[in-house]
């Protein structure tokens, strides 16, 4: 951990004026009320009040005393001297530069006004404790905490120590927070899980990347064999079985750190101190199982919705392609329905009068084409879907061994079904029923067979579209 971690310039500035102050400034720090304006017109000589005053309003703002009376912006002296009713007084500012008093001047604002030394104890416990949430909490960089750190102690009317101190004391907390959290995230990691982590850093010798840049890989593409690399990447990263510690620990550090494993190089990481190493990789495998999941769902879910967007165009070219035999078939029918309700046709003659219009084969070979063209209103094209089974098995057995659902009240029946074929696919000793809550109107012709038992191969596709879209 580096001690120094300040610019040239943050070191510059640090208890220095820098620029002119603004005018909520100016209003806010250097407005002498009437218990300052006492102080100071008990004062001898217009350098000692002007000085005094100098003292009093930097303290408030910046901290800490002056070292040079001299060194304030123009604006500063123009509104303490206008406050002060003074023509001359800046004439004599350089007489308080030699004066004695301006070092009794510190002890009285310091007294008079509550102002303590950065050496007393309890100010170090009550900023360290206040960083050490800070840093437990957040991931801000060294800086910023040295900025916060000088806010506290403005705000608490401590003068600041030198830029040197408070650097260290920072860092040195921001030290022993990394430390507790690595030994945190480290406690419970038995040497087989070191082993199998330390592993992963490892390349191959018939390799080039090692385990760990196989696992930063997701998917980059949509497709069943996608899918199911993306389930095993999923389960080789269960199979660690990486359980954090039971003291809460903040996401943003578990983030933090697998950020930085998720994109630095393993030789990087390989040199990190044990402890840090060891810390880093668990954070790393704790957050990629949430990310490896998602990453199967999103891929399940852009594969399902291609899929039956697929299987819907298809079936509607086949309906487009059988319009015409349709529209003929039809129009046989009508012409025999014509001859039906013709009143001028005696019911004796209906039959002879309809097949002499036209011939039984004609009209047995319409009616054949109708029913196999004509849909029912609900109709779920079922066929569509048949025609690409495989596509589906490519990776329905691993979704269904590796991942499993839950659903709110509404969704139980669509997650009790993919429970069913998880059971049936993995050929249980006992198979309970099916659930059939979750079979629809328009499914249940394709679901269920003639006597009432559950076809799979339909199951698979019916349970895969309630997935995708409500039942």
């Not at 022993?176 to 070191?194: A, F, P």
Request: glycine share 6%.
């Amino acid at each position: 951990m580096p001690v120094q971690f300040l610019t040239s310039e943050q070191r510059a500035n640090y208890g220095r004026y820098v620029g002119n102050p603004t005018a909520d400034q100016l209003t806010r720090y250097f407005h002498l009320d009437d218990t300052d304006q006492s102080l100071i017109d008990a004062k001898r000589g217009d350098h000692n009040r002007l000085g005094f005053a100098l003292q009093l309003t930097k303290v408030r703002f910046l901290g800490t005393f002056l070292e040079d009376p001299l060194d304030v912006p123009r604006s500063v002296l123009q509104t303490l001297v206008r406050q002060l009713r003074g023509t001359k007084l800046e004439e004599q500012l350089t007489r308080y530069r030699s004066a004695d008093q301006r070092w009794e001047h510190k002890a009285e604002i310091q007294s008079h006004y509550g102002f303590r030394d950065w050496v007393d104890s309890a100010v170090g416990f009550r900023l360290g404790r206040w960083l050490y949430a800070l840093c437990w909490t957040g991931t801000e960089q060294l800086s910023v905490l040295f900025d916060r750190a000088t806010t506290w102690l403005l705000a608490n009317k401590i003068l600041l120590p030198g830029c040197t101190t408070l650097e260290r004391f920072v860092a040195r907390l921001r030290n022993r927070v990394e430390e507790r959290l690595w030994k945190q995230l480290g406690y419970g990691i038995t040497d087989e899980q070191r082993v199998r982590l330390e592993n992963l850093l490892i390349v191959p010798s018939l390799g080039r990347s090692s385990w760990l840049d196989k696992l930063r890989a997701g998917p980059v593409r949509v497709s069943g064999r996608a899918l199911v690399q993306a389930i095993l990447r999923l389960q080789t990263v269960r199979d660690l079985d990486i359980k954090l510690p039971a003291a809460g620990i903040p996401p943003s550090r578990l983030a933090s750190l697998a950020r930085f494993a998720g994109t630095a190089k393993v030789t990087a990481i390989s040199r990190l101190p044990p402890s840090r190493r060891l810390a880093t990789l668990v954070a790393f495998i704790h957050c990629l199982e949430a990310t490896a999941h998602d990453d199967v769902i999103e891929v399940l879910d852009i594969l399902l919705h291609d899929f039956f967007s697929h299987a819907g165009k298809a079936d509607k070219k086949v309906r487009l392609r059988g319009l015409k035999d349709l529209d003929q078939a039809a129009a046989v029918l009508a012409s025999a329905c014509r001859a039906m309700i013709d009143p001028a046709i005696a019911d004796c003659d209906l039959r002879k009068v309809v097949f002499a219009r036209t011939s039984r084969d004609v009209l047995t070979q319409a009616l054949a084409n109708v029913d196999v063209l004509i849909r029912p209103p609900d109709d779920v094209y079922y066929d569509a879907l048949d025609a690409h089974y495989r596509s589906i098995r490519m990776f329905l057995p691993t979704l269904l061994q590796h991942v499993q659902f839950g659903a709110s009240p509404a969704g139980e029946s669509v997650a009790a079904g993919y429970a069913w074929l998880r059971t049936h696919e993995l050929r249980g000793k006992s198979e309970p029923p099916a659930p059939q809550e979750v079979i629809t109107k328009p499914w249940r012709r394709h679901v269920l067979r003639e006597d009432h038992s559950v076809n799979p191969r339909a199951c698979d596709r019916q349970r895969e579209s309630a997935v995708i879209q409500p039942v």
